[in-house]
């Protein structure tokens, strides 16, 4: 066979693109040390301001913050004004930066130093095959899954997910019983109870740290309770009318038996409504994806290795609508609606007990 010829215009785009990686990691890495100090909120109303300013604005080291000003400059992030010496934080920037709307993108970046603490569990966990147990992003995950995930529900709860099965406001409106599988902090339960006084709802997580704040969320709330309980294991006396769960079934150690139980655990006819990550089932559809490489970064990271520390599949993020759909419909449910990205990351899936 004849060797391949080195292709050096492919070898120069490959450096540029990796240039572009390195700087992206770069930024990001800057991002989160100026979250944590909360560099975004302090500029963000400043306008044109110089380093001295914005250090004395937020106590800071000023040699530090005109470092990273330095690199969010470079970035992308922060305009300047070399005249003047004098930075800003553009508008149109801050609204992916700060404040509590589902468009501040930095909860995101909150995830790499999480991750970044399991790399070594990660590293080994390729060796064994074995994954990283739920304890290993412990205390800390449930808290930035919470901060992640809370403005969300907040603006598209009713609007986008809710109401998508027809006739489901009104049921809930009437009273009828809800569980809520992989609760975490109980936010979608506490924002359930509220607004439909006449249903009651319970919440499960294996999660205690995550049950507790639930707990003391809802004090006051008559009609919501929280459970300490593996779903796999999920039995009722009394069958739900409604399941729910928000992107807590592609991690799971035996998804295939949680989506049985929960069929099992509805009533006859009843709902189970199913937020997960848009993806296809096969990679090369989610090549070209906004955020395809993050997903599958999260994966290996988190979701995956979860999954399989507990023996189970490791789906994955992106296990995708093909496998998630064949799998409500091998749990039993009759009658399973895709509707996809009912927002920017995830798909909704409305399954029917049936008979
Ligand atoms: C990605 S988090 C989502 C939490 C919450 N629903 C949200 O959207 O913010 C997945 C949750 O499922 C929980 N979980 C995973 N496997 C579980 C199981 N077998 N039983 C109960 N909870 C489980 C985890 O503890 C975690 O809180």
Known sequence: MMPEEFDRAKARAFTQLMV??????????????GRRVGLFEAMAPMGAATSEEIAEKTGLSERYVREW???MVCGGVVEYAAAERTYRLPREHATALTGSSMRNLTSMVEMFPLLNRVIPDVADAFRTGRGVPYSAYQPDFTGLMDRRSRPRYDELLFTAYLAKPEGLMARLESGIRVADVGCGTGHCIVLMARRFPKSSFVGYDLSESGIASARA????LGNASFVVRDVAELETST?????????????QADPAGVLRRIRAALEPGGTFLMLDVWASSELAENISAPMASYLYAMSTMHCMSVSLAAGGPG??????????MRMLREAGFADVQLFERVDPANSLYVARRGA
Do not use: C, K, N, S
């Open 20 to 33: 572009r990686h390195l700087e992206g990691a770069a930024v990001a890495l800057m991002l989160e040390v």
């Open 69 to 71: 000003l330095a690199a």
């Open 217 to 220: 969320a809802a004090v006051g």
């Open 239 to 251: 069958p739900f009318d409604l399941v729910t769960a928000f992107d807590a079934i592609h991690d």
């Open 315 to 324: 789906l994955g993020t992106a296990w995708g609508h093909q496998t998630a």
